[in-house]
C-alpha cells in the first residue's frame, strides 16, 4: 500500500506548482505519495502553524514563526538526526540568512526551499532602467507611475526596508523597535512617497501590485519595494513581463542593503504519524539538484543557492536571480520572537493608519515602539 502524506502550502504558483509537480517525482523515486493543500497569502501569513501541524505531516512556513513554533513544540527540528553535512551544505549554499531564518533557540525548524526580499520590480517597455535612488522614484511618483503593496503587514515591511537601507536596521532584541530619531526618518520618507500613491495600494499585497503593473494597459512604471515573485519575470504568465532588480537606495553609497527577508522552509510536524518519511522528503525537495532543475523548471522560487546561480536558470527568468542577489544577500532578518506575529499585524494597521491620515511621525513611531515592547513581554 502506498504510503500517503499530507502537505499544506500558499495559494499562488511559485508556492503550489513546485510542490505538486517535485511530488510525483517523488512519488517516482520512493513510492511515498505528498499531497498538497493551499492557503491564501494572508492565512499564510498568519494564520497559525500549530494549527495546520494537527492536520499535515509538512508545512510550508515563513520563517518568523519559528518563536511562536518553538513555544508550541508543534515541528520537528530538522537537525535531530545525523544530516550535519547536509545542513552544512544547505548553510553553505543558503541566499543570504535564508537557512538561518529557520535556526532559533539553538535548534533548525525548516530548511529553505523558497528565497525572496523585498526587490524592486518594473516594466521594462516603459522604462529601459529600473531606478537607481530614491529621488527617481518619487519623481515616477509624482507622474502616477509608481505602485507600492501596503496591505498589512506590508507597509511595515517597507518601513523595515526603508530604515535598515538608511544604515538604522530596527531591533530584533529588547527595548524599542527603533529610537525615535531614526524612526521618525524613516517614517517620514515612507510618508513622501505614500501621500503620492493611489490610495488602493493600501488595499494591495505583491501580488496584487504585481497583477496590476502587469495587466494590460496599465501605466504603473515601478513597484519599488515588494516581495520579488519569479512568475512575472515568465514569458507568457501575464500580458506584458515584468523585470527585476535590486532596490534603489537611499544611502549614500549607492548600496541595496537591508531589504526585508521573505521566502519559504519546508517544515515536519511533531504530530505527524510518518515523521521519517516526512523529512526525508524535506532534505529531498531542499536539494541542489532538486532545487536548480525541477523546482525551478515547475515555477518554483529556489531557496538554495546553486539555483540562483544556474545560467539557466536565470535565462529562463531574464536574470531575475542574478538581478536580484545583492538585495537577498544582504537582507535584514525580522524579529523572530514568541508574540512576533501578532505585533507584525498590530504594527502594520497602526502604520498604515498613520499614512492614512498623515499623522505626526512621532506619534506614530511612540504607538509602534509600545506595541513591540508589549509583545516582547507577552
Not at 499564510?44 to 513544540?73: C, R
Not at 521618525?184 to 505614500?194: A, G, S
Not at 503620492?196 to 513597484?223: G, H, K, R, T, Y
Request: proline share 6%.
Amino acid at each position: 500500500m502506498t504510503l500517503k502524506l499530507k502537505g499544506m502550502t500558499w495559494s499562488h504558483p511559485r508556492g503550489y506548482d513546485p510542490m505538486v509537480h517535485c511530488s510525483t517525482l517523488f512519488m517516482q523515486e520512493t513510492g511515498i505519495e505528498v499531497s498538497w493543500d493551499k492557503r491564501s497569502l494572508q492565512d499564510f501569513e498568519s494564520f497559525p502553524v500549530e494549527e495546520l501541524a494537527k492536520n499535515y505531516d509538512l508545512i510550508v512556513i515563513d520563517h518568523p514563526h519559528v518563536g511562536q513554533i518553538t513555544a508550541s513544540e508543534c515541528l520537528v527540528p530538522l537537525d535531530s538526526g545525523n544530516q550535519q553535512g547536509i545542513l552544512d551544505e544547505y548553510l553553505q549554499h543558503s541566499v543570504g540568512p535564508s537557512y538561518k531564518s529557520y535556526f532559533w533557540k539553538g535548534q533548525q525548524w525548516a530548511l529553505p526551499i523558497d528565497a525572496a526580499a523585498q526587490v524592486q520590480a518594473y516594466r521594462p517597455d516603459i522604462i529601459s532602467q529600473p531606478p537607481k535612488c530614491w529621488e527617481e522614484i518619487i519623481e515616477l511618483a509624482k507622474n502616477g507611475q509608481v505602485i507600492l503593496p501596503l496591505r498589512s503587514p506590508h507597509a511595515l515591511m517597507c518601513f523595515y526596508t526603508l530604515a535598515a537601507n538608511q544604515g538604522c536596521p530596527c531591533n530584533t532584541g529588547d527595548g524599542d523597535l527603533i529610537n525615535m530619531a531614526e524612526g521618525v526618518k524613516t517614517y517620514r520618507l515612507l510618508d513622501e512617497l505614500v501621500s503620492l500613491l493611489d490610495p488602493q495600494c493600501f488595499e494591495m499585497d505583491p501580488i496584487a501590485a504585481l497583477e496590476a503593473m502587469s495587466a494590460p494597459n496599465s501605466s504603473f512604471a515601478v513597484m519599488p519595494y515588494g516581495y520579488g515573485y519569479v512568475s512575472y519575470a515568465l514569458e507568457g504568465f501575464r500580458p506584458n513581463l515584468l523585470a527585476f532588480s535590486d532596490i534603489p537606495s537611499i544611502a549614500r553609497n549607492g548600496v541595496p542593503a537591508g531589504s526585508v527577508l521573505g521566502g519559504t522552509g519546508i517544515a515536519v510536524s511533531a504530530l505527524s504519524e510518518h515523521r521519517e518519511e516526512a523529512m526525508k522528503f524535506a532534505y529531498w525537495i531542499a536539494s541542489s539538484e532538486v532545487q536548480r532543475l525541477s523546482y525551478a523548471a515547475s515555477g518554483g522560487q529556489p531557496g538554495h543557492a546553486m539555483a540562483w546561480h544556474d545560467k539557466h536558470v536565470n535565462l529562463a527568468t531574464h536574470g531575475f536571480y542574478s538581478n536580484t542577489l545583492s538585495t537577498l544577500e544582504t537582507s535584514f532578518v525580522r524579529p523572530r520572537h514568541n508574540g512576533y506575529m501578532h505585533f507584525q499585524n498590530a504594527a502594520s494597521e497602526r502604520l498604515s493608519l498613520g499614512l492614512k491620515k498623515r499623522e505626526q511621525a512621532e506619534t506614530v513611531i511612540t504607538d509602534i515602539n509600545a506595541l513591540y515592547k508589549r509583545s516582547r513581554n507577552r
